[in-house]
């Protein structure tokens, strides 16, 4: 043998366990990228189940803007009685300074109609004190009817006596629910 054969048996000897040590370096390379494939797998299986979560989440966004529309054309129509009751309280209180009973009386029927779904309103201050508010409503029903029932009997001065205290109804019930 030859100087040449000697050192290819110590290259042997020397990079055997280098070789094998390549070897195992590689198969944790080889590791790590099986984990990096697993792991790519988990984040596709993810963002499918997230897509699935999307669709929930869009389906619940769906279901809130359609609640959005409702609860916006509830409010509307709480708006909208409300304007509608002040416009005929201005005339039921118009037509009895100009002594037109009769007036007076189609007004306020108009404005037990307007107030007859305040049952329903959906409130923002106060809301916990439901109760209270339906007792205010209640309470200022019953005087427009008072005052509806006097306008029918052409009792001028009853409706001059009731007309205050509506007005009072109305400020007491904005006072704590407006
Ligand atoms: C039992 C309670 C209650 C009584 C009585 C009441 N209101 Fe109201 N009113 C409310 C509440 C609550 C609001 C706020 C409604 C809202 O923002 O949804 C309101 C709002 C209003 C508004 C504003 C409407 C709008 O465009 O947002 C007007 C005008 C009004 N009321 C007039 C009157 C008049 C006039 C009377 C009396 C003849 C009266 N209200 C009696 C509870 C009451």
């Given at each position: 043998m030859?100087?040449?054969g000697?050192l290819?048996?110590?290259?042997l000897l020397?990079?055997?366990?280098l070789f094998?040590?390549?070897?195992s370096?590689?198969?944790?390379?080889a590791?790590?990228?099986m984990?990096?494939?697993d792991?790519?797998?988990?984040q596709?299986?993810?963002?499918?189940?997230?897509?699935?979560?999307?669709?929930?989440h869009?389906?619940?966004m769906g279901?809130?803007?359609?609640?959005?529309?409702?609860?916006?054309?509830?409010m509307e129509?709480?708006?909208?009685?409300?304007?509608?009751?002040?416009?005929?309280?201005?005339?039921?209180?118009a037509?009895?300074?100009?002594?037109?009973?009769?007036?007076?009386?189609?007004a306020?029927?108009?404005m037990?109609?307007?107030?007859?779904?305040?049952d329903?309103f959906?409130?923002?201050?106060?809301?916990?004190?439901?109760?209270?508010?339906?007792r205010?409503?209640?309470?200022?029903?019953?005087?427009v009817?008072?005052?509806r029932?006097y306008?029918?009997?052409?009792?001028v001065?009853?409706?001059?006596?009731?007309a205050p205290?509506?007005?009072?109804?109305?400020?007491?019930?904005?006072?704590?629910?407006?």
């Amino acid at each position: 043998m030859k100087n040449g054969g000697w050192l290819f048996v110590l290259a042997l000897l020397a990079g055997g366990p280098l070789f094998a040590y390549g070897c195992s370096r590689g198969d944790e390379h080889a590791e790590d990228h099986m984990g990096k494939g697993d792991m790519e797998g988990q984040q596709e299986m993810m963002d499918g189940e997230h897509a699935g979560e999307m669709g929930e989440h869009d389906k619940m966004m769906g279901e809130h803007g359609e609640a959005m529309d409702e609860h916006g054309a509830a409010m509307e129509k709480q708006h909208e009685s409300m304007r509608d009751l002040q416009e005929e309280w201005l005339k039921a209180k118009a037509a009895m300074s100009g002594g037109d009973t009769a007036g007076a009386a189609a007004a306020a029927s108009e404005m037990e109609k307007s107030a007859a779904i305040q049952d329903e309103f959906m409130l923002h201050r106060n809301a916990g004190n439901k109760e209270e508010f339906q007792r205010q409503a209640m309470e200022f029903r019953r005087m427009v009817m008072g005052f509806r029932t006097y306008a029918e009997k052409g009792d001028v001065k009853s409706l001059r006596e009731v007309a205050p205290r509506i007005d009072e109804a109305c400020n007491s019930c904005h006072g704590t629910f407006r």
